[in-house]
């Protein structure tokens, strides 16, 4: 027994060792619990992991929830663009072993207007250098595939065959199952209260109910993040914004001009920056959002109640645009976190001075290469180093160090 600050007596917290800690459950760290049991199973090493989650799994707190996100290859690097093949690559791998289908390409249009604040030529340029074909189509070669759009003359479309839909809720769960087949422990409603490093490998992860001795820790706790490495002498600057999506309930006529193979998923490159999908599932409706167009907030502060003002703006653009979409009941609103950098790139690193933890944090655009940060972050904790090019990601970039850095989301 121990006596607390408060005088009053409390049983001792028991202690265990583990070889690996995953603090955080979503998109992310589900990937990583699976990729770690996998990669150490297919090394034969026997491997002890215990993934710690605050929430229940699958919970709507955060990033990861929700039944679909967009998955694609164009991008404005070459560098995204070949991690994009690697997620997709991923994807794959951990789809045949759930034997589900965990990513579904749909085709999808990137719509660049005129003199908009995203440039179509990286994108090609990008494309082009990692060998993804792309169509380029003019806003009537556009309306005649899909003529859903209503575009103005100057709109250019990028086309690409395997854009699709990564479903989040099910991927997540996915991975949360195998991971478990393979002897897995995940902990829910279990909240980190802090972090012990030596600074020299051994680390103590801090619960209510134990303390956990290891020798890798990988936090994957978005807008939490900050919170978790206090202790470890580190911020980084990340701007937490409460963001939302809305599902417009199609019209009984309207079914098939929005579903998979007539419609595609699609983004608007500009600034505002607004993005949607096709009928998916049994939601019977049509998603789409603004990006980065939401309030910021805290991740302990942040309200699930609609921001209308967003929504309004959403409504105007799509009444343009897609005015089919709308017409029939009032859409339906769910909200979720953005954890953003400041050059709006991911975190994939180890924490300076402490070699055995590491962050990987997706930057509002992640949950694609969820699969992806899985694996090359398990890579990293039992052979100490990936496949993947995650230089770009790294703590000690000038866009998390030096605080003239000027923010840019649009990408």
């Not at 955060?62 to 290859?73: N, P, T």
């Not at 791998?93 to 749909?106: F, Y």
């Not at 490093?197 to 303390?211: I, N, P, R």
């Not at 897609?322 to 009032?330: D, H, R, Y």
Request: glycine share 10%.
């Amino acid at each position: 027994m121990v006596a607390k600050a408060d005088g009053k007596v409390s049983k001792e917290k028991k202690s265990r060792s583990v070889d690996h800690v995953v603090v955080g459950l979503g998109g992310i760290g589900a990937a990583v619990v699976y990729w770690l049991a996998k990669l150490a199973q297919d090394d034969r090493k026997q491997t002890s992991i215990v993934g710690l989650e605050q929430f229940a799994l699958g919970h709507e707190n955060g990033a990861s929830h929700d039944h679909s996100r967009i998955i694609r290859y164009s991008y404005h690097t070459p560098e995204y663009v070949k991690l994009a093949g690697e997620a997709y690559e991923t994807w794959d791998a951990v789809s045949a072993e759930a034997g589900e289908q965990l990513v579904v390409r749909t085709g999808g249009v990137d719509l660049f207007p005129a003199n908009s604040a995203i440039s179509i030529d990286d994108y090609q340029s990008s494309l082009s250098a990692n060998g993804v074909p792309f169509e380029i189509l003019s806003a009537a070669e556009t309306m005649a595939r899909f003529p859903q759009f209503v575009l103005n003359d100057g709109v250019r479309a990028l086309f690409q065959k395997d854009t699709g839909i990564a479903p989040a809720i099910k991927g997540t769960a996915a991975h949360h199952r195998l991971a478990r087949e393979r002897g897995v422990e995940l902990r829910e409603g279990v909240t980190v209260r802090g972090i012990e490093s030596d600074g020299a490998g051994d680390l103590k992860v801090v619960t209510d109910d134990c303390v956990y001795r290891t020798g890798s820790v990988i936090l994957c706790t978005d807008g939490w993040t900050n919170e978790l490495l206090e202790p470890l002498d580190l911020q980084i600057p990340l701007e937490v914004t409460r963001e939302q999506v809305a599902y417009y309930p199609h019209l009984p006529d309207s079914r098939a001009k929005f579903a998979i193979g007539s419609f595609p998923v699609w983004i608007w490159m500009d600034d505002p920056s607004y993005y949607g999908f096709p009928i998916y599932g049994d939601i019977g409706a049509v998603k789409a959002a603004e990006d980065v167009g939401g309030q910021r907030t805290t991740a302990r502060t942040r309200s699930f109640a609609t921001d209308q003002a967003a929504l309004n703006r959403l409504t105007v653009f799509l009444s343009k645009m897609i005015p089919e979409m709308l017409g029939g009941p009032a859409p339906r609103v769910k909200t979720c976190l953005y954890a953003l950098t400041r050059d709006r790139d991911f975190v994939l690193d180890t924490v300076p001075g402490h070699p055995g933890v590491q962050v990987g944090l997706g930057s509002a655009h992640g949950f694609k290469f969820a699969s992806w940060f899985g694996r090359a972050l398990a890579e990293r904790a039992l052979f100490g180093a990936t496949r993947s090019n995650v230089q770009p990601f790294r703590f000690d970039r000038p866009a998390l160090t030096d605080s003239r850095f000027a923010a840019n989301y649009m990408k």
